[in-house]
């Protein structure tokens, strides 16, 4: 099908997109990458009365390393994330990541911050921001706000960013000898997944110490699993540690279903996941060296 | 809402091109209709298929997840400036020695994203090709044979017996 008809602008700079955005609310869409809008209006689930193309603002791109944390600009697309130095230096996880994120012609055009604003409960980069304790970074007219990303992802698709503002940037702090798993299944390499986790851990002599349990394509939304977390905490990476990890899972997710898969077998899948990721990371503790 | 139109000036395979667009049309309609250039086909039209596959200021998107509009100023390469310029024509003529392709609507999007992998130049592995080529639906081939005929113009340009443009 074809987009219906929409009124456009080919924003210049911020302060344009924050007049236009206070000005007309949720009747104007944001274009970044267009990767999920374009088909949303493609197929008419979308109908803005007005876009505004946010591509050519050279203030939202961009990717940095500075006191202790990276800032991906919203702009920044998924294939200069995927090599940028940076990226892999400080944050191996969603270096590990972007591997499965979309496919080729998608990853050229589709960008960091589109990714995080849609909140798509399938999508990898909300998971890698929750486990790396991300904070986002939105805009209006009446100033900026720091939104963390345990307090960002709302729902399905549904986001704490108000409709007269704009994400531009995400902040991710980089922390000292963390372990870092990104697993997920999917049906055809860069296609949605249909279970998926992102783990950030702190091991001690061994031993658990913290950490963050990601999992997406379960929820509504990217959820931590808390319960699973406990049940490793303080334990030594074994075969029984993961058996009671996946164990505890239950009590943290509680699976949609849709045409891909039930929700037992979603959460089945999550448990196959979590095996793997934990014995990933003893592999890893033991072998790698880790981030700085 | 009457239809909102916009001037855009932009390179298609390299001749300067200027029209005056409506905002929502998406860029594969733009060469098809406006243009004529029908070598770009439109499959599932939301980013699924990879039939649509072009090249836009040198990288690799999808045609139909693109507005018209937005490509004002920019450089469009589809599979008919591709075949022109030679750049491929060692690709297309292993397409043809393998059968790489039945009906050949995917075929355009094949080539075009096949490109991509020979232009980074370096030797893939079939698993590779396949990763890069995924977002490519073919209906008829089973993809084994243009998976074979991509390997073997990597493997002749890496042997430093493939293309000469």
New interface residues.
Partial sequence: ????????V?AGGLPQVLELLEANGQEAQI?AG??SL??A???RLSQP?L?I?I?RIEALKGISFEAGQVRIGALARH?EVASSPTVRQYLPLIAEAMVHV?????R??GTFGGSIALADPAAELPACALALEARFVVASSEGRREIAAADFFKGMQTTARRPNELLIETLIPVRQNRISVFLELAR????FAIAGLAFQLLLEDGMVADGRLAYFASEERPTLGLRALAAIRGQRLGPATAEAAIAALAGDLAPIANAQASAKMRLHLQGVLTRRALAAAHAKSTSQPRTP | ????T?PISLTVNGERVSRRVS????LV?FLRIELGLTGTHLGC???SC?AC?IRVDG????G????A??T?GSEVVTIEGLDATGEIADLQAAFVERNALQCGFCTPGMLM?AA?LLRAGARQTRAEI???L???FCRCTGYHAVVDAVAASLDRRASGDGNRV
């Fill in positions: 099908m074809k987009p219906p008809k929409f009124s456009y080919r274009l267009g990767q374009m088909p209006l493609n197929m009365k876009l193309d591509n294939v979309a496919h080729p012609a998608v050229n055009r055809r390499h860069g296609d | 809402m009457n239809e909102e916009m905002v929502r049309q998406h309609d039209e939301h980013g990879g596959s990288a690799l998107v999808r139909c997840l693109m507005l509009v937005q004002d994203t991509e396949r990763a890069h995924a977002g490519n």
